[in-house]
């Protein structure tokens, strides 16, 4: 029992930290001037008391957030 243990742990522990490059990879992705055009123009007034409370980095992920439900039920809005 000992030794399987001993054998799985490392495979599970790097394949954790793999999903988690894969989780964290949004995050840290710096928002573009044009994606905080189109934040304030665009966002809900949740969004921006989350902007307000929190800060952009908050606001953009939960903006992305909505944004991409409304892609994935092919709602996306005409662009101005």
């Not at 905080?36 to 908050?58: K, Q, Y």
Request: charged share 30%; glycine share 4%.
């Amino acid at each position: 029992m000992v030794a399987l243990i001993v054998i799985l742990f490392p495979p599970l522990v790097i394949a954790f930290l793999l999903v988690m490059e894969r989780v964290e990879e949004p995050l840290r992705r710096p928002a573009g001037p044009r994606e905080v055009a189109e934040f304030l123009s665009t966002a809900s007034a949740g969004e921006v008391d989350t902007l307000a409370n929190s800060g952009i980095r908050r606001a953009m992920v939960r903006w992305r957030r909505r944004r991409a439900s409304r892609v994935r039920r092919g709602a996306e809005p005409p662009v101005v």
